[in-house]
């Protein structure tokens, strides 16, 4: 079928619906006058005539409709009128209007919002090159799948000098707390060490000076350093002067090569204020502090690899006894970094979905007690002639446009939500909180949200009120009592609706808080409450294998005495802490938490 | 409608209008006489599902309307086909024939 004459009578039919229509007018005149004349001329006098040629005709207005109801954009027609009478309604009882939009913009903003949270976390790729070729490979207690670890750097050599799988492996540590003295005093900073590779491999480039070259990961102690944007302005007032020259890190001076690119995200939840290459070697196999993440070559499956990994693991278990027993993971990227938190999303989403709920049935309920009181408005367009497709099409068109206004609030919401909710987590509950930004899915999302929150809430009052009682509805005092037996069932089971949707989210967000709160609040609660006895991985925590020798600062950092403030605030520090002793003592490597320094991972 | 006149089958009306239209433009009230005239009285139009037919084909581009004077002098819309409205009675011509032949060989068989 030819598209562009549609498209054209589409245009004049909307543009210029009131000439199309006198048109028609005078078309369907004509015809009648045309009719008239045959009968006269055959013989009929005029009254007789018209007589005839109306029951001939059968019916002016009707044909007219049809002709309307058969043109193109008719629908949008018809829309067009539901939509203005809508908001003419909806603008007569402003206080209904406020209410309902107000419970859906709850609804709606609080489920965009952790949609879009969501939606930045487990759903868009990470922001690196090629990311899906990305997996993370650590150790596993064989026969103990949860048991996983981090890795120790002899293993990371041997897995990088056996497999094929992977075009890159490198190994990485951190972050650790580090302290950069200046004049000005003080200032403690995260640090990643990082092997040769690991930039090039997620894409980092240098915005200032350059990265580390390779012999900087094989030198001796003193290595360079490179700068995060966010410290190199924070720390030295984005002076470019600074490449080049030295710093005092840890009481070394270390020069700074370069300062990493604005844009680059780190991996990992933690942000990262310095790069370091690592250039010592860890002998002890027992040692497992290392993250190792890979690019797998092109065609590698990760079940490939994995296959490869097994075959490596076991010949290493047979080599050396501390590997007995132990075996190794590859693991997509993003599912290692993020997956752990997945369930915790997915129970918030689960919350925020009885919110909207709960909004729809109170909006329905809204909808259903105004429906009684038109019920004589829909008892007279029926006994006009309005079909009862008609109607409810009219009333969800209400619906959907009063949802629609709850979803524009909805969105301002949602946005404003993200942000709060950013800027007042604890640090690190939120992974990749920096990223997370509106995008089009987000809106369709929310479009799709407002479509179906207005089918929802809108279709059952729409039919109800659809179907009126016409005698009983026409005569004012009877259709009092009718209308408010029927609404009365129909409104009770929405109350009983509403009440235990809101008890089952009270009761879910209750648990919720007791579950999520002490990983959302990280180590501190994590080592009081499950006692860390080993150096297992735990989700939201920092990596705290490093203990110091001495007794009393063990303690410390075990009970995080030495925090003050909030329960954010000592998760953060006592995590640093923890690292903060390894690095500003000098201390040797020993594995085991910060309760149990002598537990190794056997 | 009378019960010995035949309901017009879906479609049907369309490929009576372009054959009608396809020797000379006609008005609507023309279009409705013709039909009945060419199917001796077997199809009468009513303007209920004629006009809505019409318009429908004019805006699927097959006709054009223009005013125009009556035989009798009165002012009136006449209808024209197209080149599209000609390709249109082609397809649907041999579309009718197809299904027409069909329906013949199946009721004869038995």
Known sequence: ?602 | MAPDQTNLLQGTLDLLILKTLALEELHGLGISRRIEQITKGTFQVKPGSLFPALHRMEEAGWLVSSWGASENNRRAKYYQLTKAGRDRLGAERREWERIATAMASALQSS
């Open chain 1, 1 to 602: 079928m030819p598209l562009w004459p549609r498209i054209l009578s589409l245009w004049r039919n909307v543009s210029r619906g009131e000439q199309v229509d006198r048109d028609l007018d005078e078309e369907l005149r004509a015809h009648l006058d045309l009719l008239i004349e045959e009968r006269i001329s055959s013989g009929m006098s005029s009254a007789e005539a018209r007589r005839a040629a109306l029951i001939e005709f059968g019916g002016v207005e009707q044909t007219k409709e049809q002709v309307r109801a058969s043109r193109i954009g008719f629908l949008l027609e018809t829309l067009w009128q539901d939509l203005r009478y809508g908001a003419r309604m909806l603008a007569k009882s402003p206080g209904f209007t406020a209410t309902a939009v107000v419970s859906l913009a709850l609804g709606i903003g609080a489920t965009t919002a952790v949609f879009s949270i969501f939606d930045t976390i487990f759903l868009r790729p990470l922001p690196y090159p090629e990311p899906e070729r990305l997996v993370a490979v650590y150790e596993i207690e064989l026969g103990k799948p949860d048991n996983i670890y981090r890795v120790s750097q002899p293993n990371f050599i041997d897995w990088k000098k056996q497999n094929q799988s992977f075009d890159q492996l490198v190994q990485t540590l951190g972050p650790t707390p580090f302290v950069i003295s200046r004049r000005e005093g003080a200032e403690e900073v995260s640090a990643r060490f990082v092997t040769d590779g690991y930039f090039q491999m997620l894409g980092a480039r240098a915005c200032q000076g350059r990265l580390f070259v390779a012999d900087e990961y094989t030198r001796g102690r003193t290595a360079p350093v490179v700068l995060s944007h966010g410290s190199w302005q924070r720390l030295f007032g984005s002076n470019p002067s600074i490449i080049g020259n030295t710093i005092n890190v840890n009481g070394d001076l270390v020069e700074v090569v370069g300062v990493i690119c604005s844009d680059f995200q780190v991996h990992g939840e933690i942000e990262i204020d310095i790069w370091l290459s690592w250039n010592w070697l860890q002998k002890d196999r027992k040692v497992r502090n290392f993250d190792v993440i890979g690019r797998l070559k092109p065609g590698i499956s990760i079940e490939k690899a994995q296959a490869e990994m097994d075959v490596i693991a076991t010949r290493l278990a047979g080599q050396y006894p501390e590997q007995k027993g132990f075996g190794a993971r590859v693991q997509p990227l993003q599912e290692y970094l993020y997956g752990d938190q997945k369930t915790r999303f997915l129970a918030f989403s689960g919350a925020v979905a009885f919110v909207l709920l709960i909004a729809c049935a109170n909006v329905a309920n809204l909808l259903l007690a105004r429906g009684a009181t038109r019920q004589k408005e829909m008892a007279v367009r029926t006994s006009l002639g309005g079909g009862r497709v008609r109607l409810v099409r009219q009333l969800l068109t209400e619906s959907i446009f009063l949802s629609c206004l709850g979803t524009g609030a909805g969105l301002l919401l949602a946005f404003a939500l993200v942000r709060l909710a950013v800027h007042f987590s604890p640090e690190y509950a939120i992974p990749r909180a920096g990223e997370i930004a509106p995008d089009m899915r987000i809106l369709g999302f929310a479009v799709m949200v407002a479509f179906l929150s207005g089918l929802l809430f809108g279709l059952f009052p729409a039919l109800r009120a659809s179907k009126p009682d016409l005698n009983e509805s026409l005569k004012e005092a009877r259709h009092r009592q009718g209308a408010r037996l029927g609404g009365l069932r129909a409104q009770s089971f929405l109350v009983i609706a509403q009440v235990a949707l809101s008890l089952a989210l009270l009761t879910g967000a209750g648990l919720m808080i007791h579950n999520v709160a002490p990983s959302a609040y990280g180590c501190w609660f994590q080592y009081r409450w499950s006692g860390a006895d080993d150096d297992r991985i735990r989700p939201g925590c920092l990596p705290g294998g490093y203990t110091r020798v001495q007794e009393d600062e063990t303690e410390d950092c075990a009970y995080g005495r030495r925090n003050r403030g909030s329960p954010q605030d000592a998760s953060r520090s006592e995590g640093r802490q923890c690292l903060e002793l390894w690095s500003s003592a000098r201390l040797q490597f020993a594995p085991g938490g910060c309760r149990d320094q002598t537990g190794t991972a056997e």
